[in-house]
């Protein structure tokens, strides 16, 4: 018998995970599918995790009326899903007499896009709030909206409320094309068979555009734009108290430095148009350029702090601006497209305009009586207080037992994340939930205690450990298992 779900969401990246969570708020059965081991695989894990304020994007186009609106809607959804954010101001920092301009056009279009909060500095100022900027700094725009945010945490934690509030969600699960009865889709092909659906939300980043042609769409044509990342030790994060960002380009915000929400600092992306939607790879050209990108605002960064290197692929679309709308070729599904920055950001109001679109085309929807908005993480252990650390290892004596020594992750915390609405079944789901791995030594002194640990909670062998899904094992045998 063919499964059958009033709405199915192609793709659990942080825009599909929220309008799966916008729509577990009425009396519906929903279905989000992943084609990976586990949400938020592709653009969502590998970004600069800023909330923009909004002056970037041209006024009246979809990505600054989104980015306006979803940067409103965070303090609100982070507090619900217990998500860590901080509202830090971003700055654009100015180096030649020349973006003195730039910088004065920038703040007249976000005051267009309704922005709140903006300010010109002249570049004593812009020292004095960041010491270790470039001397060279002749002014800044400060945005006091701009943040910093922990996409993957956002990413699960709608995707944990989702579950919880009756979301069905399907790993391992690619979306292969539909099957259609005129102008409408009743199902969806996929690796696990076909899913009937009376509605459909194309979420699927990059892939987007590849789905949509099947239905017969061919304008939007979606071109991967790869970035590198830097990220640093904590040592190197006291440098920086919020976001510096320099002079945007025509296809780029930028290399940027960041603090980070857990205060490492983040440098990046470049940006680099490539073929492959999953080319990964880092390149010595790349990461220097990174480098010498980032010491041109903060010339004191230097390598010997740098703990990992990273690339993402942003959905670059050819039409200059988000991709939402019931799709004219198939009138029942709803196609997110072009998500790229501001996409993060925009992500909260893309899902409701989402489910505006749903509403608008006939799709009933009843709110539940029992509808949860909240969501309740993992304990922090690292971030209580000691008489909190005490209390939660009455309760759990594994909380007193520390795993990871970089990032103070416990046993209690890794076993809660194997057990959650949303398990952690690979290592990386298990490092973005925990951040056991994400310290200094990257691993290096605790990773068998941490496969031991998520054989024994997940009843796998340690060879069928993977570290992000597929054929990623982990350990492919015991070091004495010598074959014969």
Not at 94 to 100: K, Y
Not at 193 to 206: E, N, P, S, Y
Request: net charge negative; with cysteine; glycine share 10%.
């Amino acid at each position: 018998m063919i499964p059958s779900y009033d709405v199915v969401v192609i793709g659990a990246g942080v825009v599909g995970c929220l309008v799966a969570r916008a729509l577990s708020r009425y009396q519906l059965r929903v279905l989000l599918i992943e084609k990976h081991a586990d949400v938020g695989e592709g653009t969502t894990k590998a970004n600069t995790a800023i909330v923009h304020a909004g002056y970037d994007a041209v006024p009246n186009t979809l990505k600054a009326t989104l980015n306006v609106t979803g940067n409103a809607m965070y303090d609100q959804v982070c507090s619900e899903l217990d998500v860590d954010m901080s509202r830090c101001g971003t700055h654009v920092v100015g180096i030649q007499p020349a973006d003195i301009e730039t910088l004065d056009a920038l703040y007249e279009r976000g005051r267009q896009n309704g922005v709140p909060g903006l300010e010109l500095i002249d570049g004593d100022e812009m020292r004095r709030r960041e010491p270790a900027v470039t001397p060279a700094c002749v002014g800044a725009l400060y945005a006091s909206t701009g943040g910093i945010v922990d996409p993957f945490q956002l990413c699960y934690a709608a995707a944990e409320n989702a579950v919880v509030n009756g979301v069905r969600l399907w790993l391992d699960t690619e979306a292969l094309g539909f099957e259609r009865r005129d102008s409408q889709v009743w199902g969806v092909r996929t690796t696990r068979g076909t899913i009937a659906a009376r509605w459909v939300v194309i979420a699927a980043g990059l892939w987007a555009d590849d789905l949509m042609r099947q239905l017969g769409h061919e304008s939007l044509q979606i071109s991967p734009r790869k970035g590198q990342y830097f990220v640093l030790d904590k040592c190197a994060g006291e440098m920086l108290r919020g976001v510096l960002f320099p002079c945007p380009t025509p296809i780029s915000k930028g290399i940027v430095v960041t603090r980070t929400i857990h205060g490492n600092l983040m440098l990046g992306p470049n940006a680099e148009h490539v073929a492959d939607k999953e080319d990964l790879t880092t390149t010595a050209p790349g990461l220097c350029e990174v480098m010498a990108g980032a010491q041109g605002l903060v010339p004191a960064l230097h390598a010997r702090d740098v703990i990992r290197t990273f690339a993402g692929l942003r959905a670059g679309g050819n039409t200059g601006d988000f991709v939402i709308e019931r799709m004219p070729e198939a009138q029942n599904v709803v196609a997110l497209g072009g998500i790229e920055s501001p996409g993060l950001t925009a992500a909260p109001a893309i899902a409701e305009r989402a489910i505006d679109l749903l509403r608008e085309g006939g799709l009933a929807l009843r709110e539940r009586r029992d509808y949860q908005p909240v969501r309740h993480g993992i304990p922090r252990f690292s971030e209580l207080s000691d008489d909190e650390r005490l209390a939660l290892i009455a309760q759990d004596p594994r909380y007193g037992h520390v795993v990871c020594r970089c990032e103070m992750v416990t046993e209690g915390e890794i076993v809660a994340a194997c057990h959650a609405p949303v398990p952690a079944r690979t290592y990386d789901a298990l490092k973005r939930r925990t951040r056991v791995g994400s310290g200094r030594c990257q691993g290096g002194f605790d990773t068998p205690l941490v496969l031991e640990i998520m054989s024994r909670e997940l009843g796998l062998p340690p060879t069928e450990l993977t570290k992000r899904g597929g054929r990623s094992q982990m350990v492919v045998r015991r070091a004495k298992d010598v074959p014969a």
